[in-house]
């Protein structure tokens, strides 16, 4: 028989999920290379102020970091970054004994050669403005690196594609410009044509991109697919005049096989699935060749499995591995593949698979203990029906807790996630178990304008941006009150960058909620345009419209600010270049005018997404306290 629980307030039960457990776990593992039986990645290190690093795995298993501090493997390009680091291949001329690596350091974002046993050297020159030069999506071919870079100069921003000679000694040679963002350099197998992807404002990489071919040899560049309303992804060569790509065109991103000229494009396994997600990071890899010819493969909605396609008869063949989700960051040698996987009680892992026999081997976890499985909550994938009908998806995660039960229905917190063109997973997050532990339960809703579901559910957000998010967050609080699941009186809100402007929105429109909590969200339209980084610079048109007072106003958390009744807590780091803190310090001072309940907490030296262990641990304590406050009184 099952242990007898002690009964016990709501959002006090006692749990062995800290505050420093949740801020130490998340060490962000990414974007892997494989070679053979050596595997790289990135890591960050939350006890080391968020320094990233870059791990090999060596043959015998061996585990070693590259990179000590203070050194950091992370760029700043779209400010959100992606892919720092490439490996040089054993049989590249300029490489050396042993493997070789290419990154791009965070204070001065050169490029850096490290050779084994040497320090690292720059490649790149040092530019005049202090990080104005900035590398990303790094691929080392023929003594060349070739990647994206980003220029800063005179308040103005632009992008090319480059190559760099590996052992520097001359400035970086344009390879693609003219459009105002770059992705995804490949290098056709013979040399001759360079394929990639573009796009100009005021398109985000989700509305609308170009795959384009540019031959080395002259210069002349033309489009293959692509276009102002079809996102075309993550172009790979299949051999020298054919390429593999990712296109929503169908209205779901799904792989296609396509010729040089655009000729000859064929849909290789036609479905209502995802085989990609949003390009936010630069540098992912949503598939993989493999030297049989056939694709591994990530396909689904919402979470992505890993599965083997071969392109010829479009048969799909799910692999039988212990993780139900995965990153869209595939690396494959051609017979090894690598990749971030998971699942709700398996940590973000790096993993070694075997496509052909199915072997799995797990060589990284981001979280080195976990509490009791017992503690932990267990997803359930929800739809729930939102304002006109609409569909909402959702994953409800109850309160979990071997040793304590409560009596009647207890509180929730509505998670929202960032973005707004994102979505939240089924992967194991501490965080959420240390709310669900205690007694507060969590819905993480992937409102419409969520990517995981198809182009039409993520168009729902266009021109709505403050109207289908919101009403649908508040949706999903309804649903979870009339279905007995939550006590209506005690539900809160919480989200951070797009997910704290819906927080701070859904207070002032509905009095659904006992509280929210906003970390670094964005309150106020026209000075958001007008201050943040260029990659998002004309986002707003595309969510809202153009600028508009009248508009702005009816939309904007700060326009709306009279309707707050509720307590806010307010977090922001102070160093944010996507969301300047002067966002959450205007929608506080609006409140403290009001006499509505407001704790602001600004955090020094912290950017978009805390990342020291002690900021992370010190809002997470802030925010529980938060529930307590409103929970228990």
């Known amino acids: 028989m099952p242990a007898e629980r002690d009964v016990l307030p709501y959002a006090a039960w006692p749990s062995p999920v800290s505050t420093s457990d949740v801020a130490r776990s998340g060490?962000?593992?990414?974007?892997?290379?494989v070679l053979g039986e050596e595997v790289w990645w990135s890591e960050d290190r939350p006890a080391e102020g968020g320094r990233?690093?870059?791990?090999h795995r060596s043959a015998d298993g061996t585990r070693c970091e590259l990179l000590s501090a203070p050194w950091s493997a992370r760029t700043r390009v779209h400010e959100y970054g992606g892919r720092s680091y490439a490996v040089v291949p054993d049989d590249d001329p300029a490489g050396e004994a042993g493997r070789s690596v290419v990154f791009a350091n965070q204070s001065d974002q050169r490029l850096y050669l490290l050779a084994p046993g040497a320090d690292p050297r720059p490649i790149t020159p040092e530019p005049d403005v202090e990080a104005g030069l900035r590398y990303a999506d790094p691929v080392v071919r023929d003594g060349q690196i070739w990647c994206v870079q980003e220029r800063h100069h005179d308040g103005k921003v632009s992008r090319s594609i480059v190559s760099i000679p590996l052992h520097g000694g001359a400035e970086p040679r344009e390879r693609a410009g003219g459009c105002d963002f770059y992705a995804s350099p490949a290098?056709?197998?013979d040399g001759e044509h360079l394929a990639y992807i573009c796009w100009n404002h005021p398109r985000m990489p989700w509305n609308g991109t170009e795959l384009r071919i540019t031959r080395l040899a002259d210069g002349h560049s033309w489009t293959v697919k692509g276009g102002s309303s079809e996102s075309v992804l993550a172009p790979q060569w299949r051999d020298d005049r054919n390429l593999y790509l990712v296109?929503?065109?169908s209205g779901w991103w799904n792989l296609y096989r396509i010729g040089i000229y655009g000729t000859s494009s064929q849909a290789l396994h036609p479905a209502e699935e995802e085989f990609a997600g949003p390009l936010w990071q630069l540098g992912g890899a949503p598939y993989a060749v493999l030297d049989d010819g056939r694709l591994a493969v990530l396909h689904g909605q919402g979470d992505l499995r890993l599965a083997v396609l071969d392109p010829d008869d479009g048969t799909l063949t799910d692999l039988d591995v212990p993780y139900?989700?995965?990153?869209?960051?595939?690396?494959?040698?051609?017979?090894?593949?690598?990749?971030?996987?998971y699942g709700p009680a398996v940590p973000r892992s790096v993993v070694r698979v075997d496509p052909v026999t199915g072997r799995v081997e797990g060589l990284r976890r981001d979280v080195d203990e976990l509490p009791d499985v017992a503690y932990l909550p267990v997803p359930r994938a929800v739809e729930v029906e939102g304002r006109f009908g609409r569909r909402v998806h959702a994953f409800v995660y109850p309160p979990s807790n071997p040793q304590a039960a409560g009596e009647g229905a207890?509180?929730?917190?509505?998670?929202?996630h960032g973005g707004p063109t994102g979505h939240s997973t089924t992967a194991l997050d501490l965080e959420k178990a240390f709310f669900t532990s205690r007694g507060i339960g969590v819905i993480d809703v992937n409102y419409g304008g969520s990517t995981g579901y198809g182009r039409a559910y993520r168009d729902r957000l266009r021109g709505q941006w403050g109207v289908v998010d919101v009403e649908d967050s508040i949706a999903a609080a309804e649903w979870l009150a009339a279905e007995g699941l939550a006590d209506p009186a005690r539900i809160a809100i919480r989200g951070g960058s797009a997910g704290g402007w819906t927080v701070m929105a859904a207070c002032a429109v509905s009095g659904t909620f006992a509280g929210g909590v906003s970390y670094y969200g964005v309150s106020a339209l026209g000075p958001f345009a007008e201050t943040t980084h260029d990659?998002?610079?004309?986002?707003?048109?595309?969510?809202?419209?153009?600028s508009d007072p009248a508009l702005y106003g009816s939309r904007e958390p700060l326009g709306q600010v009279s309707g707050v009744s509720c307590p806010m807590l307010l977090l922001q780091g102070l160093a944010d270049p996507v969301v300047p803190a002067a966002q959450s310090q205007a929608f506080a001072d609006a409140l403290a005018e009001r006499g509505v309940p407001c704790t602001y907490l600004t955090f020094e030296g912290e950017s978009h997404g805390f990342r020291r262990a002690e900021t992370r641990s010190a809002a997470l304590a802030t925010e529980f306290a938060f529930y307590q406050q409103i929970f228990l009184t």
């Open 52 to 55: 990233t690093t870059i791990v």
């Open 535 to 546: 990659f998002e610079s004309r986002y707003v048109e595309w969510l809202v419209g153009p």
């Open 410 to 416: 207890p509180p929730y917190v509505v998670f929202v």
């Open 187 to 189: 290098l056709s197998p």
């Open 247 to 249: 296109s929503d065109w």
């Open 27 to 33: 060490l962000h593992l990414g974007f892997p290379t």
């Open 324 to 341: 139900g989700g995965w990153l869209p960051m595939l690396a494959s040698d051609g017979r090894t593949l690598a990749g971030i996987g």
